[in-house]
Every structure is written in C-alpha cells, then in structure tokens.
C-alpha cells in the first residue's frame, strides 16, 4: 500500500481536506494524519502541540476549545485566502472512500483512546480501513485492550544496533499488530519483525529505490510525500 503523509501537501497545508482530497487523485491506497484532543473533547487533525507553524496564530491544541481552532485558518503558500481550516476526525473519517485506508497518527496520550474509538464507531468507516498508529506504547495497548479488531501499529524512530527481540517483546506485552519505523538500512530489523508474526510498514519514503528496497523485503505500506511519484515509478 502507499499511503499519502499527510494528504499531498506539496500546494495545499498539511492534514487539511484539500489535501486529503487530492491523494486520491495520485491513486494513493490511503492517508495517515495526525491527531490531538481539544480542550473540550474534540479530536482535530493536526501535526504539532500548537498552530504556530500551520496558522499565523498560535494556540495550544489542549488548552483551545474546537471553536477556537476552527476560527484560524491554515496558512501555507499563500493559501490562506481560501480560509482552509483545521478537520476533525470525524470531518476526514467522512471524505474517505470506500476501501481506502487512513492511518491514524495518535500525537497525544491514552486520554483520546475512548473518544477516538467514539469517532470510529460512528463512522461508516469500516475498522478494516483504520490503523491506529502511535509512539506512545500505552496508547496502543489501551486501544487494543478496548478495540481489539482495529488494527495497531507501533512507532519506532530507527537507531542502528537497536535491540530487536526488546522490540518484538514490546509489540507482543501491548497487543500491537505490527511495527511501523523510518528504517532504511536494516534488513534484519524487517526480516524477524514478520517472521515474529507482526506487520512491517515504512515511513517517509520518498526514494523510489528506497522504496522498491523495502517492499521486496516484506513491507506491508509505504508512507510518503510523493505517493503519485512512487506509484508511477513502482508500476
């Protein structure tokens, strides 16, 4: 699968619905975006703890309400006079089309758990299509101890010499069904990931070659900025 990093942002902002839109037009397979909780329980799609690099304001994503962050408009490239703003979840979750999957990057803690699993369920999103994805081990074990049929995976920033059987031990302690990392180099790291009977995906790949590397070794998805590039290239 290749999957859209955060839509096609090359000409519209990060994690906005333009950009989400778009991917399909590259033939993406899916999206993964990033989410945190609002003040007020709301869970919005955006990448960092505060708006000051998407928006021209700057407010703390916890510490602001959903109406709050609705009335910034995301800045990039001069978009900003098409008043783009900052999606919910459940504003994504409605734009997907049938059979096409969205990785969801928690940016926060286990406290968004329920609600997300809320959002979810009352989607039309079938839980075949979600993949919850997070660096924070206690989100993932949390979300599978309560919703053990959405997929998990968790992230892992690659270090040369990491310790895979910790690893592997990890995935197994928090019901995890796969290892999402940025690996480029470590053929081992992929080869006793699967054959340890977990999932293996790749983030930011944008190198075809790179890439192609990686999916003769056994990667289940490709996350990219270039997803048209990439699928191009791979056909």
């Given amino acids: 699968?290749?999957?859209?990093?955060?839509?096609?942002?090359?000409?519209?902002?990060?994690?906005?619905?333009?950009?989400?839109?778009?991917s399909w037009n590259h033939a993406a397979d899916g999206i993964e975006g990033d989410f945190h909780l609002t003040k007020d329980g709301a869970i919005v799609c955006i990448h960092d703890e505060d708006t000051?690099?998407?928006?021209?304001?700057?407010?703390?994503?916890?510490?602001?309400?959903?109406?709050?962050?609705?009335?910034?408009?995301?800045?990039?490239?001069?978009?900003e006079y098409l008043q783009i703003k900052i999606p919910t979840l459940a504003e994504v979750l409605e734009i997907l089309p049938?059979?096409?999957?969205?990785?969801?990057?928690?940016?926060?803690?286990?406290?968004?758990v329920k609600p997300l699993l809320g959002e979810l369920s009352r989607s039309k999103l079938n839980s075949n299509d979600a993949v919850i994805i997070s660096f924070d081990e206690e989100v993932i074990k949390e979300f599978k101890l309560i919703a053990p049929n959405y997929r998990s995976l968790l992230l892992y920033s690659y270090e040369a010499g990491c310790n895979i059987?910790?690893?592997?031990?990890?995935?197994?302690?928090?019901?995890?069904d796969g290892l999402s990392t940025d690996n480029e180099l470590s053929k081992t790291l992929v080869e006793q990931t699967i054959n340890a009977g977990f999932e293996y995906h790749s983030w930011t790949i944008d190198s075809i070659h790179v890439a192609q590397k990686l999916i003769n070794w056994g990667s289940s998805s490709i996350t990219t900025n270039k997803p048209g590039h990439l699928i191009q290239q791979l056909s």
């Avoid at 700057?58 to 408009?73: H, P, W």
């Avoid at 059987?165 to 995890?176: E, G, Q, S, T």
């Fill in 1 to 22: 699968m290749i999957i859209a990093h955060r839509g096609v942002s090359f000409d519209l902002p990060e994690n906005s619905l333009p950009a989400f839109n778009i």
């Fill in 98 to 112: 049938d059979g096409k999957k969205i990785f969801i990057e928690v940016k926060c803690g286990s406290e968004i």
């Fill in 52 to 79: 000051r690099r998407v928006c021209k304001q700057n407010l703390i994503v916890r510490d602001s309400t959903l109406k709050e962050l609705k009335a910034l408009d995301l800045d990039y490239k001069g978009t």
């Fill in 165 to 176: 059987n910790n690893l592997i031990d990890v995935m197994r302690n928090i019901k995890a």
